[in-house]
């Protein structure tokens, strides 16, 4: 086991260099940062010359690469073009995501899971019907068409809710952001769950919990269960990462200063130090929940635990 | 005991034979596949909604004589009207002849990316895994670094700094960042087929790289491919949309309903009309989509259903 | 209970049993299917008898229903799309088909045990074998997890499984094909049931392994003195440690014989095809016999006798009437114990 995990960190440090280049890239090669700064204005050349030297951008890309990569490992993110610390920007932005993204993890883990064993085993049912249907409903309507009907049903015409989370916010506040950000990957859960459920209960081994006599609860919660939830857990953890790093349309309906919002805020007014450090800490949690999920899998799955 | 053997089935039995055998032919992968989605009203609903909507992305002019852009300030956020059923937005432009004008853009955006993304994806997964070895790892490495970067962060931050904004830019990002997916689901498909008999044999008796590949891989290791690409055909219009929708995806003058849908979410809550129409009607698109998808892979793939 | 009456009841369907109430007796069972291209019939009036010490071969080829017999009297169908239209299933005289579901669960397991084909595709993968064993006295006889786990290690001792102590942790992956099925035939046994139904125990196994598990499944039925019903397709299997066999055939039993007089002298064609079909050494060099044809589509069995576009002896009625099971007697009249067969033409075929 612990071989493993070594192998897979080391297997993990390529990818991560290699996203992250790209990122890099795509932000400090194709855009011209100091360019954008000055929007329409023409600058003095004289100051764009030495903002470059001071951004490293008079070196070749690969050595401002280098060089930012460095300043990470210290902690060092940079600062954005206003002077705040980008470090002090995710201070704020990641404990605020990592609030909702946990609330809509538990949204999938309770109501997915939940529903995808129950359609499971009630296949061909009313039930299983309409949870197939909802889901591909849920599955095909964008988030942020989602996120705006809830606000607007929820909290404008219906007033249950506050249509925008307040500066600080509470867990019951984030319950409305955290389905609208879980929504599609609840159904996912859901259908995953269920289609997981179906195979599983043609398995042979279920067939032997049977015959040994077995009570029914006994033959779903620790045969059927167990296996089914394998793939489930997979992609639970997996979301992990996709969520934080899909929250930019959630956080910007319901006005959440999260890491999205801030991301966003940094593309639009073209805030380069904050979008490259926002995005490759994502992609190290990306990375990390993979990891995760791999050495939980095979926890979960002894076959591959000695393969 | 030959005399047994010489004196079987007579008369009825021959007959019956035949009867039999028709009854049981074997039916092919594609031949079921399309048994099943016939008989499939998923199927049904979602082609009649699909050759709708590329019927109305076709020839728009067919459903509304407005012109999309022909826009009066003074009849801002106006609800329905005669002649105009689903009211104006901001600007003042037809919502209904911008909803029917927005087709086009997504439904250009889905089947282009699928196609690309199946084609490129495809063809390198395939190869990676027919033949193995540098380009094969190689690849895998690839993927795994495009896997890094999920679609809409890559997205965001790609086309805001490259400024584009035509449909062709977007589609050819999309294809960039998502033919890895494909890929691998290529890969490991053409490897479990590699390693079939059926192969091995054709090998063993002498047919050449190229009959093996297309006549005995391709067609048993497509499945899988198709299945993925018709599922993710309504993501990536979902996906272009919400491009749209941040700003960085589609821009003017390429109507796109993810652009109106953002800009009436400035002041859908006077007028929720100007939100509602454009929403619908990319939901319905890419319900179509993904229910065609469910069918096609419910079809393909007996053992999920 | 330990009368051991090798000859009796199997042609009579409606025999009580001379020694009491027989272990399980089948009557009349029919199952079928509802598949999308219309109603399988699977089983079509199934009757046999199994006393308490005996062993019952089942005979035939896939889809002949000797295994969804088996499923149907451990009440293990799917259902749907099983069905069970008719017939009844006498353990201990009590009809198990209009148990509850909890009644019959209690049966499961503890008084009837079921062996399965592929061992490793029949224990749990993800859960450890220890268990999967352990699991049988804890949920039967409230046994803790460590008592169990005792329990467990006794009974993969009791099985020859070497180590037992160190590999009772293991995963089912971890085993070879042969230690896997001790581990199922271990699991059936557990709490000494009445009956175990051993379906094609050994075909997935290399030969040499067979023939040690068959000969540890044949020496603890002895010892506990269960009934047993061995499934099987393979004829060198059953005539070393079965006592009574029926032939099964489009979900009929064809022939019922005791197991030696069976492959002296059959009275089905069927049979007969099956015996020749045994490659021999002493016709080396001859071509070997097969039976023409293929197994009958179970949505659309022939009418008459089934069997009838694959049998050399076919004549107009064997088109037409089905063959009830005749009793088979020697050319004297005299009664054949335990004999019978659905033929027309039963005569000819063991006297011919």
């Known amino acids: 086991m612990g071989r493993y995990v070594i192998r897979r960190l080391l297997q993990m440090i390529p990818v991560f260099l290699g996203t992250t280049f790209i990122i890099f890239a795509m932000v400090y090669a194709l855009g011209d940062p100091v360019a954008q700064m000055f929007g329409d204005r023409t600058p003095d050349p004289a100051t764009v010359a030495r903002m470059r030297h001071d951004l490293n951008l008079d070196k070749p890309l690969v050595t401002q690469y280098v060089l930012y990569m460095g300043n990470i490992f210290t902690g060092d993110f940079g600062e954005a073009f206003n002077g705040q610390k980008v470090t002090e920007l995710m201070g704020e932005a990641f404990p605020t995501t990592l609030q909702l993204t946990l609330v809509a993890i538990s949204l999938e883990i309770v109501l997915g899971i939940g529903l995808g064993l129950l359609s499971g085993l009630r296949r061909g049912k009313i039930l299983d019907n309409v949870v197939l249907i909802g889901t591909l409903v849920v599955i095909s309507i964008p988030v942020f068409v989602i996120g705006y009907l809830a606000q607007y049903f929820l909290a404008v015409k219906w007033n249950w809710v506050e249509p925008s989370v307040s500066a600080d916010p509470t867990i019951d506040e984030m319950i409305l952001p955290a389905f609208v950000l879980a929504g599609l990957s609840l159904a996912y859960v859901t259908r995953l769950t269920r289609t997981s459920i179906v195979e599983n209960m043609r398995a042979d081994y279920l067939r032997t919990a049977v015959a040994k006599g077995l009570p029914r609860r006994r033959v779903i919660g620790v045969h059927l269960l167990r296996n089914s939830l394998i793939p489930v857990v997979t992609f639970i953890g997996t979301d992990v990462g996709a969520l934080m790093g899909g929250a930019i349309v959630t956080e910007g309906i319901f006005n959440i200063h999260g890491v999205g919002y801030q991301l966003l805020q940094g593309v639009v007014r073209r805030n380069s130090p904050t979008v490259v450090g926002f995005v490759t800490v994502l992609v190290l949690v990306f990375l990390l929940a993979n990891l995760i999920v791999d050495l939980l899998y095979a926890v979960l799955d002894p076959r591959i635990r000695y393969a | 005991m030959p005399d047994l053997i010489e004196k079987t089935p007579s008369g009825a039995a021959a007959a019956a034979a035949p009867a039999a055998e028709k009854r049981e032919k074997p039916r092919s992968l594609w031949g079921d596949a399309w048994g099943t989605l016939r008989r499939n009203p998923v199927f049904i609903i979602s082609a009649l909604l699909i050759l709708l909507l590329v019927t109305v992305s076709a020839w728009p002019g067919l459903f509304t004589s407005t012109d999309p852009r022909a826009c009066n300030l003074d009849q801002s956020k106006v609800g329905s009207t005669s002649g105009h059923p689903f009211g104006f937005d901001i600007q003042g432009c037809d919502v209904y002849a911008r909803t029917i004008y927005g087709a086009r853009a997504s439904v250009t955006v889905g089947i282009c990316v699928t196609v690309g993304v199946a084609l490129l994806g495809g063809v390198l997964g395939g190869l990676a895994g027919y033949f193995g070895g540098w380009w094969d790892a190689l690849l895998s490495r690839i993927t795994d670094i495009f896997f890094g970067i999920p679609l809409l962060l890559g997205g965001l931050v790609f086309l805001s700094v490259i400024k584009g904004g035509s449909v062709w830019t977007v589609i050819a990002f999309m294809i960039a960042l998502s033919w890895p997916q494909i890929a691998r689901i290529a890969r490991s498909s053409v490897i479990t087929v590699k390693q079939q008999d059926y192969v091995q044999a054709a090998k063993a008796l002498g047919a050449s790289t190229t009959r093996i590949m297309l006549r005995h891989v391709l067609p048993n290791a497509i499945a899988p491919v198709i299945v993925v690409s018709t599922i993710a055909l309504g993501t990536y219009i979902s996906i272009e949309a919400t491009l749209s929708y941040l700003g960085v995806g589609l821009k003017p003058p390429t109507i796109s309903w993810g652009q109106d849908i953002s800009s009436a979410a400035q002041q859908y809550r006077n007028a929720p009309h100007m939100l509602l129409w454009p929403a619908g009607a990319l939901s319905l698109t890419v319900l179509s989509f993904i229910m065609l998808g469910d069918a096609v892979r419910d079809a393909l793939d007996p053992k999920l259903r | ?352």
């Open chain 3, 1 to 352: 209970m330990t009368t051991i009456e090798k000859t009796d009841s199997v042609p009579a369907p409606r025999a009580g049993g001379k020694g009491g109430t027989p272990l399980l007796q089948v009557r009349d069972l029919h199952v079928e299917f509802h598949t999308r291209d219309g109603v399988a019939k699977a089983v079509n009036g199934v009757n046999y008898t199994v006393n308490a010490g005996e062993t019952l071969a089942v005979l035939g080829e896939s889809g002949s229903g000797k295994s969804v017999t088996a499923q149907a009297i451990m009440g293990i169908l799917d259902m749907p799309p099983g069905k069970i239209p008719q017939g009844e299933i006498l353990f201990h005289g009590e009809d198990m088909l209009k148990m509850s579901g909890e009644q019959r669960r209690k049966i499961r397991g503890r008084k009837i045990a079921m062996i399965f084909q592929d061992a490793l595709s029949s224990l749990n993968p993800v859960l450890s074998v220890g268990y999967q064993l352990g699991e049988m006295f804890r949920v039967h006889q409230g046994l803790s997890k460590k008592e169990a786990k005792l329990k467990a290690i006794e009974l993969m001792d009791r099985v020859r499984i070497p180590a037992a102590k160190d590999r009772v942790s293991d995963y089912p992956h971890q085993f070879s094909g042969g230690m896997r099925q001790r581990i199922m035939i271990a699991m059936a046994l557990a709490l000494e049931p009445e009956l175990i139904i051993a379906d094609e125990p050994t075909t997935a196994l290399d030969v040499t392994v067979q023939a040690q598990v068959m000969d540890l499944l044949a020496e603890l039925q002895r010892e506990y003195n269960m009934g047993l019903i061995l499934i099987t397709h393979d004829l060198g299997v059953v005539a070393d440690v079965a006592d009574k066999i029926a032939v099964m055939y489009a979900g009929r039993i064809v022939e019922t014989a005791p197991v030696h007089e069976l492959y002296k002298r059959p009275a089905h064609p069927y049979t007969r095809g099956l015996l020749d079909s045994i490659p021999r050494l002493d016709q080396k060099g001859q071509e070997l016999f097969a039976i023409k044809g293929l197994p009958p589509n179970l949505l659309k069995i022939p009418t008459g006798c089934a069997f009838n576009p694959r049998c050399p002896k076919a004549q107009d009625i064997c088109r037409t009437d089905v063959p009830a099971l005749h009793t088979v007697t020697e050319q004297d009249g005299a009664e054949l114990p335990g004999r019978g067969s659905a033929c027309h033409f039963w005569k000819e075929t063991i006297h011919g």
